[in-house]
């Protein structure tokens, strides 16, 4: 590469003015000083000769432009010196380099460290745990390092946690050895499975005693629900229907119409349906356990479902069976006095359990602030909306069955009793079917109004510790209760100014000035930072109580830390 780069220098040197040329060629003779001349991006050392020969200033030399289409570099000289600035060259280049010192600074760098098994050891344990898993009693624990941390839950602001290491190590003190650990945690296993069993053997006998001796405790939870709100109209229903029910059997058998055994099939699945309702009604307000940890409250929606599917299969499928077989074996019938008037008492009844239904979903969709047709397409209240739909269909099946029947009196023609029956399957179809996609969407998980899901967000962006929200879930799980999701992008600056605001300035100043080392920076980091960290999960508790206590309907509240 030297050969190259000196022909290249050589070959510029000659596209010089003859006095730098000159210059050049009296090195040879004269001392070996070098001057070092730029072209373009490349040094190059020149021979450089004594002052005497060739008077030259300075020579500036700039950049080369390089043509396209052309491997040449053109020279430019920006102005040509005066013999007189030579002497000053000269002496400028007698004069000794000037070497400054090689500074270098090393960057300090953390070492990685190795998380492993032993490290998570250090994790917090809670008394009850430690008790139950490790086979340890209380006055065991009263011996070990206590550590006082932020609670999970809502009526504690702090609890006494402990370490793993420490529980295990106590746990191996007290039993000697793992295998006698694990023999242990099998016996109390084995005696927790009888102790149930034992337990709902007493539960039982004590069940035959009070069945026995009368219940003289005060009204349970689940027979309170069946005197207001859903629960009494579910029951009412029951009553009414199952009495229209008994008596249009007995004007079938007395007529045999077909409208009219399609009516004692439509009471009789009613019946049967809010049976189911009231099932589903007394589970739903169980308190949740650990298997369920949300509660019952979808047990509605459930019922509510089963019901559609009973309607159409018991209701809409025997109702167009004997439709259909009235049309193709017309009988014909009896007196249908009787048959008039049950189904006039009828009217009445299913009347009257259909605005008791309008009246309790008119005050539920108050309430809530929507409109009692919103309130009902949306299938707010499963079990009063079932209600009100099968007494809708019940008056309309009347009303239908009444009309084909009178046409049957009239003509003579039992063809339109059969068509009668037809309309009522139909009338039932329909109304299954939208009992059973009402109540499939709300098992799926719907999201609640979207003005109240914008009011929630709001509110958090309102927040000066958020920065922004994202990603905004709010499902209703029945009965009022809502479920409430979000991802938050916090503000790390206010999250760590409301921890300096708790801390001494002094102290933390001190602290500072004593970090010398990376070590005795980490140990400050690590302190001030998992201190930092329980600030920030302070401040989620405190969004999460206060969108509670704006939004009693919000139960479950996740935000989740971005």
Same mark, same amino acid.
């Given at each position: 590469?030297?050969?190259?780069?000196?022909?290249?220098?050589?070959?510029?040197?000659?596209?010089?003015?003859?006095?730098?040329?000159?210059?050049?060629?009296?090195?040879?003779?004269?001392?070996?000083?070098?001057?070092?001349?730029?072209?373009?991006?490349?040094?190059?050392?020149?021979?450089?000769?004594?002052?005497?020969?060739?008077?030259?200033?300075?020579?500036?030399?700039?950049?080369?432009?390089?043509?396209?289409?052309?491997?040449?570099?053109?020279?430019?000289?920006?102005?040509?010196?005066?013999?007189?600035?030579?002497?000053?060259?000269?002496?400028?280049?007698?004069?000794?380099?000037?070497?400054?010192?090689?500074?270098?600074?090393?960057?300090?760098?953390?070492?990685?460290?190795?998380?492993?098994?032993?490290?998570?050891?250090?994790?917090?344990?809670?008394?009850?745990?430690?008790?139950?898993?490790?086979?340890?009693?209380?006055?065991?624990?009263?011996?070990?390092?206590?550590?006082?941390?932020?609670?999970?839950?809502?009526?504690?602001?702090?609890?006494?946690?402990?370490?793993?290491?420490?529980?295990?190590?106590?746990?191996?003190?007290?039993?000697?050895?793992?295998?006698?650990?694990?023999?242990?945690?099998?016996?109390?296993?084995?005696?927790?499975?009888?102790?149930?069993?034992?337990?709902?053997?007493?539960?039982?006998?004590?069940?035959?005693?009070?069945?026995?001796?009368?219940?003289?405790?005060?009204?349970?939870?689940?027979?309170?629900?069946?005197?207001?709100?859903?629960?009494?109209?579910?029951?009412?229903?029951?009553?009414?229907?199952?009495?229209?029910?008994?008596?249009?059997?007995?004007?079938?058998?007395?007529?045999?119409?077909?409208?009219?055994?399609?009516?004692?099939?439509?009471?009789?699945?009613?019946?049967?349906?809010?049976?189911?309702?009231?099932?589903?009604?007394?589970?739903?307000?169980?308190?949740?356990?650990?298997?369920?940890?949300?509660?019952?409250?979808?047990?509605?929606?459930?019922?509510?479902?089963?019901?559609?599917?009973?309607?159409?299969?018991?209701?809409?499928?025997?109702?167009?069976?004997? &439709? #259909?077989?009235? $049309? @193709?074996?017309?009988?014909?019938?009896?007196?249908?006095?009787?048959?008039?008037?049950? !189904?006039? +008492?009828?009217?009445?009844?299913?009347?009257?359990?259909?605005?008791?239904?309008?009246?309790?979903?008119?005050?539920?969709?108050?309430?809530?602030?929507?409109?009692?047709?919103?309130?009902?397409?949306?299938?707010?209240?499963?079990?009063?909306?079932?209600?009100?739909?099968?007494?809708?269909?019940?008056?309309?099946?009347?009303?239908?069955?009444?009309?084909?029947?009178?046409?049957?009196?009239?003509?003579?023609?039992?063809?339109?009793?059969?068509?009668?029956?037809? &309309? #009522?399957?139909? $009338? @039932?179809?329909?109304?299954?079917?939208?009992?059973?996609?009402?109540?499939?969407?709300? !098992?799926? +998980?719907?999201?609640?109004?979207?003005?109240?899901?914008?009011?929630?967000?709001?509110?958090?962006?309102?927040?000066?510790?958020?920065?922004?929200?994202?990603?905004?879930?709010?499902?209703?799980?029945?009965?009022?209760?809502?479920?409430?999701?979000?991802?938050?992008?916090?503000?790390?600056?206010?999250?760590?100014?409301?921890?300096?605001?708790?801390?001494?300035?002094?102290?933390?100043?001190?602290?500072?000035?004593?970090?010398?080392?990376?070590?005795?920076?980490?140990?400050?980091?690590?302190?001030?930072?998992?201190?930092?960290?329980?600030?920030?999960?302070?401040?989620?508790?405190? !969004?999460?109580?206060?969108?509670?206590?704006?939004?009693?309907?919000?139960?479950?509240?996740?935000?989740?830390?971005?």
């Amino acid at each position: 590469m030297l050969p190259g780069l000196a022909a290249a220098a050589a070959h510029r040197c000659s596209r010089l003015p003859l006095c730098c040329r000159a210059a050049a060629r009296g090195s040879g003779d004269r001392q070996g000083l070098r001057n070092l001349v730029t072209f373009g991006s490349l040094s190059y050392m020149v021979p450089y000769s004594h002052p005497q020969i060739c008077t030259v200033s300075q020579v500036k030399l700039y950049s080369t432009n390089v043509q396209k289409g052309q491997g040449l570099q053109t020279l430019k000289v920006e102005k040509r010196p005066s013999f007189d600035e030579t002497e000053n060259i000269g002496a400028e280049l007698k004069a000794p380099l000037k070497q400054e010192p090689l500074q270098v600074r090393v960057k300090a760098v953390l070492k990685k460290r190795e998380y492993g098994s032993k490290y998570t050891q250090n994790n917090f344990i809670t008394g009850v745990r430690a008790i139950n898993e490790f086979c340890l009693k209380s006055s065991d624990l009263d011996q070990l390092r206590k550590i006082r941390r932020r609670s999970p839950h809502e009526d504690t602001e702090s609890f006494t946690v402990y370490l793993r290491s420490d529980v295990e190590a106590k746990s191996l003190e007290v039993w000697g050895s793992p295998e006698a650990l694990a023999r242990e945690k099998k016996l109390r296993k084995e005696a927790e499975i009888e102790y149930r069993e034992r337990l709902f053997r007493n539960q039982k006998i004590l069940k035959e005693y009070r069945d026995f001796l009368g219940n003289t405790k005060p009204r349970s939870r689940t027979t309170s629900v069946f005197l207001k709100g859903p629960g009494k109209v579910v029951m009412v229903a029951i009553c009414i229907n199952g009495l229209n029910c008994f008596f249009k059997f007995l004007a079938w058998i007395y007529t045999g119409s077909a409208s009219m055994f399609s009516e004692a099939i439509h009471s009789l699945s009613d019946t049967c349906n809010q049976g189911l309702l009231a099932l589903g009604i007394s589970k739903s307000v169980q308190t949740p356990d650990p298997t369920h940890p949300y509660g019952f409250s979808n047990m509605r929606y459930i019922s509510s479902l089963i019901s559609g599917v009973g309607i159409f299969m018991m209701g809409a499928g025997l109702s167009w069976y004997h &439709g #259909v077989m009235g $049309l @193709l074996h017309p009988q014909p019938m009896e007196s249908l006095l009787w048959a008039y008037c049950i !189904l006039a +008492g009828s009217l009445v009844s299913e009347g009257a359990t259909l605005l008791v239904a309008v009246n309790e979903l008119r005050r539920s969709a108050q309430a809530k602030g929507l409109s009692f047709y919103k309130y009902v397409m949306e299938s707010r209240d499963p079990s009063t909306n079932v209600v009100l739909l099968e007494d809708t269909a019940a008056v309309l099946g009347v009303m239908i069955a009444a009309s084909c029947m009178g046409l049957t009196s009239v003509t003579g023609n039992p063809l339109y009793d059969s068509l009668g029956s037809l &309309g #009522v399957g139909t $009338l @039932l179809g329909m109304v299954s079917a939208f009992l059973i996609y009402t109540n499939t969407e709300a !098992l799926l +998980g719907r999201s609640i109004q979207p003005e109240q899901v914008q009011r929630l967000t709001e509110f958090l962006e309102n927040d000066p510790s958020v920065r922004a929200i994202h990603d905004v879930k709010a499902t209703d799980m029945g009965l009022g209760k809502v479920r409430f999701k979000a991802e938050v992008d916090f503000d790390g600056r206010v999250v760590t100014r409301s921890y300096l605001e708790k801390q001494d300035f002094d102290q933390l100043l001190q602290e500072i000035q004593e970090v010398k080392t990376p070590e005795e920076l980490e140990t400050f980091m690590l302190k001030h930072g998992e201190n930092i960290i329980d600030t920030l999960g302070a401040e989620v508790d405190r !969004l999460e109580k206060e969108l509670k206590k704006r939004n009693p309907e919000i139960r479950h509240v996740d935000l989740e830390i971005l």
